[in-house]
């Protein structure tokens, strides 16, 4: 079944330590989007990638960071986590820009 | 303003009853509006989508499109304790910026 992977689903890592955080999608769809989504709350977009083209939310932290080395897989990069970046982080594909977005099973960050 | 306003519950209803879930948006210009179902720790996930004004039925579910008065809803009909999730209004909005914008969701919780 064509889908949207993440791995890991639940991540834990320590004050300042780097993390990376995978996606990866069978769909063949040009754009791939990350999300961070605390509790009780909407899913906040990060970045989005329309092929190779990177684009950035305004107020998405300089400490996060994004890679796409094909079109099947695209990384986030939480250079030094603080405590505030515990949240589910959520892969999304969609085929083209605002096209139906379709999510990946998420994963569980904790920063101790 | 919020962007996408929902309100947040819980909706009660009892197993077997219809559900009603409602969403604004602030956007005139949007064009494509999606629900999605997300359960508690797990990631969102897409139950349908409407772009044209009036209804669109798919088994149990309809959501009902009216771009005049900016209005999105959901309806549950026969409605199960496994329904019980909160869910999620999302809009793409007019302009360049195809960004999906989500409202902070519904909780529906159905008794059986």
């Known amino acids: 079944d064509a889908m949207v992977i993440q791995n890991p689903r639940y991540q834990v890592t320590q004050f300042g330590k780097p993390v990376t955080l995978s996606c990866s999608q069978t769909?063949?769809?040009?754009?791939m989007y990350w999300y961070q989504q605390k509790s009780s709350q909407a899913p906040k977009l990060l970045f989005h990638y329309y092929d190779k083209d990177f684009n950035n939310e305004a107020d998405t932290p300089d400490n996060f960071q994004s890679r796409r080395p094909n079109t099947s897989f695209c990384f986030l990069d939480i250079r030094s986590p603080g405590l505030g970046d515990a949240a589910m982080y959520l892969c999304a594909t969609s085929r083209q820009k605002a096209d139906t977005q379709y999510f990946g099973p998420g994963t569980r960050l904790t920063v101790l | 303003q919020k962007e996408v306003e929902q309100n947040s519950g819980p909706l009660s209803v009892p197993e077997g009853a219809i559900a009603s879930l409602n969403c604004t948006y602030s956007d005139r210009g949007s064009q494509s509006f999606f629900w999605y179902r997300q359960y508690s720790g797990k990631s969102p996930e897409l139950i349908m989508f409407?772009?044209?004004?009036g209804d669109k039925e798919d088994g149990r579910f309809t959501a009902q499109l009216n771009k005049a008065s900016q209005y999105v809803s959901l309806l549950i009909r026969d409605s199960q304790p496994s329904d019980s999730a909160t869910y999620l209004c999302a809009v793409i909005g007019g302009g360049a910026t195809n960004k999906l914008i989500f409202g902070t969701g519904t909780l529906l919780a159905v008794q059986p």
């Open positions: 769909l063949n769809h040009n754009v």
């Open positions: 409407i772009y044209s004004n």
